[in-house]
């Protein structure tokens, strides 16, 4: 069975950082897409990077310079790394995986993914 979980959100000032963990259980990460959204209230919900199974990252033009990306294979964890933290950050952070085999490309179309965790909120405020 295909599982994923999150956690490290919270609440945090802005300017700070926080960093967020998905643990994969039930395949490997080298054959999948791993990417993480967010979904703010009343907003849909949007692509903030992936990583593919070669380890090729992509991010969304919204996360670039902020936002870092990463995996640790034998532990079946994708990070998060969201610097600089903004009140527009505020939102739930998914993480979600698709089969793809040993690729070198991934997107943050949220459509394109086929399993999701639960989320972790992110809170960004003073």
């Known amino acids: 069975q295909r599982q994923l979980v999150e956690s490290g959100g919270g609440l945090v000032q802005p300017g700070g950082s926080l960093r967020l963990s998905c643990v994969a259980s039930?395949?490997?990460?080298?054959?999948?897409?791993m990417g993480w959204f967010r979904q703010a209230p009343g907003k849909e919900r949007e692509g903030v990077s992936c990583i593919a199974g070669s380890g090729t990252r992509n991010y969304a033009d919204s996360s670039k310079g902020r936002v870092t990306i990463s995996r640790d294979i034998a532990e079946k964890t994708v990070y998060l790394q969201i610097d600089n933290l903004k009140p527009e950050d505020t939102a739930y952070y998914y993480c979600?995986?698709?089969?793809?085999?040993?690729?070198?490309?991934?997107?943050?179309?949220?459509?394109?993914?086929?399993?999701w965790g639960q989320g972790t909120q992110v809170t960004v405020s003073s």
């Open positions: 979600a995986a698709r089969a793809t085999g040993y690729s070198s490309r991934c997107d943050v179309n949220p459509n394109d993914y086929t399993y």
């Open positions: 039930g395949f490997s990460l080298q054959y999948y897409v």
